[in-house]
């Protein structure tokens, strides 16, 4: 007779999970010591997250796989007799809240208040170990007042200017995109949120001069435990150069024309030259018998994204303008073209066309049967029938002839400044940082207008908070929905407040640093509390998502080295180590989407199974770097592990 086994019984997580929650909130187990207070005496450990977007569609299971990892990094440092800082804030300002309030009347505030709540009940369920003390939003004035006076920093240094900008304005939206927001579609480019249709155009906007600290930005990743693959993106995106600028002069005129070009050794193969459609000499260089046609191929190329007008696979487009150059090297006259492969904000927004060495030029040079002169050959081995753009022994190039390119290089750069038609230059892809939105729910910029110029407010008119409004669309004519509130637009004084309001890269530029001391109301934080939590080389500890691998790193390193330089903080790098967390995946491996109905919440999770369960399987799903999908079966797995422990 076959005895059957007692079942097993099962962990019984809806009594001790809440019981010690509680205990744990009571207690206030896990706030950390300020220094000078009881505890600070302990070696110091700042562990953080990323803070998250208080989203409608609350936290998924990804969100918690980053924080259960850093929640076990925290309460290991604890039990060794750590001091440990592990906070949790919200990124709370964005198009998303205000798109909601477009469409429902409903007040951003409103909607972002409700999010908040949900995310800090739903984390708080999870029995993370955050001191909730140091809770930030960067929507509370209380915070962004110290993001306006970060601005005015910028400002009083010089790094903060207005530009007229080509730029992506989108009218659904209302609002100016950055690049990385355009996606490329066969119907042309569209926003990323929303899907609208987008076209360039130029506005006024204030920029920041991240340019500035390029090289910096650069040489100290070398300081930072990061990972590498993230390193050389960051390298990339900032993408440093050498090479010699060029002066070609326009024939029949005083003007010049002058060009970047990383390879000056390859100056006496150039056979014509290329402007942006954008760049401002196009129109006085265009001849009356071009111009209909040069106007047609501008304004075409106005709706393309910039990754559409660089696609390498994508055939080559162009119109002459019927003005010509001297190459200043041989004398030669040479045609100028417009064409989009050209970017206005890439080098000077002007190409000397070398097709025998330049596999973009050599497409164009062949769709419009333009000469091809080759002036560079391999070290061994013959010339293909395409571009030969590696290294190689110059010749066909006059007092070149038989040099390696590096020295070709270095003697072209040489005759160029003896000569005076160039000089060597250093170049960067990295852009200065377009940072206007025209929106409502943003920071207000702390500047009004007066006859034309900025005027920056005093410190003790901040914070300055955004005015009560029921209507959130903004005008057709693209001006900010700011413009509307005319009591809040025009001052007393004649002067006019700035109507665009900071991006949502803004507040979550600095958080990590009023995370150290939140509740300071005279600074952004103390300058001892900052030497304390960002000693030995920053927050110890920094977890998130790789979408954020470029931009937000790179725009709160930039802050925080301009804080360097007003000694307003003590180390030049932020976080000292970073690890990025792979996405998980639906159970169908396709990345977890509303509309695709994979979405994982982990409030059923919880009512069934509990947080100590989820917490395991999210740790037993394979290393934190590495995507993975979701797994019903595995999660019974965790659920039995805990069930044979709690035996």
């Known amino acids: ?125 999870m029995g993370f170990s955050y001191d909730w003390s140091r809770e ?94 993230l390193k050389e993106m960051q390298r990339n995106w900032i993408g440093k ?39 401002p000499l196009l129109s006085s260089l265009t001849t009356p018998e071009n111009r209909a046609k040069v106007e047609e191929y501008r304004q075409a190329s106005s709706s393309k994204s910039d990754l559409e007008r660089t696609e390498l696979a994508k055939n080559k487009t162009g119109t002459p303008l019927g003005s010509f ?83 070709a290089k270095a003697q072209m750069v040489d005759w160029l400044v003896k000569n005076r038609h160039g000089r060597a230059q250093t170049r960067y892809k990295l852009r200065d940082w377009l940072f206007s939105r025209q929106r409502y729910w943003g920071e207000p910029f702390p500047i009004v207008w007066r006859d034309g110029h900025p005027q920056p407010l005093q410190e003790k008119d901040l914070p300055l908070t955004l005015p009560e ?38 507040g979550s530029c600095w958080y990590y640093l009023r995370f150290c001391d939140p509740q300071n109301a005279s600074a952004p934080f103390g300058q001892d509390a900052e030497r304390y939590w960002m000693g030995n080389g920053g927050v110890d500890l920094y977890v998130g998502g790789a979408e954020h691998a470029v931009l937000h790193l790179l725009y709160a390193r930039f802050w925080h080295k301009v804080l360097f330089d007003l000694k307003i903080v003590s180390h030049p790098e932020p976080f000292q180590r970073l690890v990025n967390q792979g996405i998980i995946l639906g159970e169908d491996n396709r990345k977890m989407s509303k509309s695709v109905g994979n979405v994982v919440n982990p409030d059923d999770v919880i009512a069934e199974h509990g947080a100590d369960a989820l917490r395991v399987f999210e740790m037993f799903m394979g290393p934190l770097e590495q995507m993975k999908p979701w797994s019903s079966k595995g999660m019974e797995g965790s659920v039995r592990f805990l069930a044979r422990i709690w035996r």
């Open 325 to 407: 150059v001297i190459n200043p090297v041989n004398g030669e006259k040479i045609p100028i073209w417009v064409a989009d492969y050209v970017l206005a904000s890439v080098g000077t927004g002007a190409v000397m066309a070398v097709p025998a060495h330049d596999n973009r030029d050599f497409d164009f040079a062949q769709a419009y049967h333009l000469p091809v002169r080759h002036v560079v050959r391999p070290i061994s081995g013959k010339m293909g029938e395409k571009a030969f753009v590696e290294d190689g022994v110059n010749f066909d190039s006059g007092f070149l002839d038989g040099l390696p390119t590096p020295q």
């Open 241 to 279: 150069s050498e090479g010699a600028e060029v002066d070609f002069p326009v024939t029949d005129s005083s003007q010049k024309i002058t060009i970047y070009t990383t390879r000056p050794d390859t100056l006496f193969g150039a056979t014509y030259l290329v402007l942006a459609p954008e760049h």
């Open 469 to 506: 409004m029921e209507d959130y669309q903004p005008s057709s004519s693209g001006e900010p929905p700011l413009g509307k509130v005319i009591s809040w637009k025009n001052l007393s004084n004649g002067s006019v407040r700035e109507l665009n309001t900071m991006p949502q890269w803004a």
């Open 136 to 229: 930030i939003d960067t929507t509370d004035p209380a915070y962004f007042r110290w993001t306006q006076w970060i601005f005015l920093k910028l400002y009083e240094k010089g790094l903060a200017y207005v530009a007229e900008a080509p730029v992506w304005y989108c009218p659904a939206l209302g609002t100016v995109l950055a690049n990385e927001e355009i996606l490329t579609t066969p119907e042309g480019p569209r926003s990323e949120r929303g899907h609208h249709p987008v076209e360039r155009r130029p506005m006024r906007q204030w920029m920041l001069k991240i340019t500035a600290y390029a090289e910096r930005l650069l040489q100290d990743l070398d300081l930072l435990d990061w990972p590498e693959s």
């Open 1 to 125: 007779m076959n005895v059957p086994m007692p079942t097993r019984a099962p962990y019984p997580f809806a009594t001790i999970e809440p019981r010690w929650q509680k205990a744990w909130a009571e207690a206030d187990c896990f706030r950390a010591a300020q220094p000078k207070q009881p505890g600070s005496e302990k070696p110091k450990k700042y562990i953080l997250d990323m803070f998250p977007y208080p989203s409608g569609a609350g936290l998924h299971v990804g969100h918690l796989e980053g924080y259960t990892a850093t929640d076990i990094i925290a309460r290991y440092w604890r039990m060794r007799g750590h001091n440990v800082l592990h906070p949790m804030g919200w990124d709370a300002f964005g198009l998303p809240a205000e798109q909601h309030a477009v469409q429902t009347g409903t007040h951003p505030r409103v909607t972002t208040a409700k999010n908040i709540q949900n995310f800090r009940r739903q984390i708080q369920a």
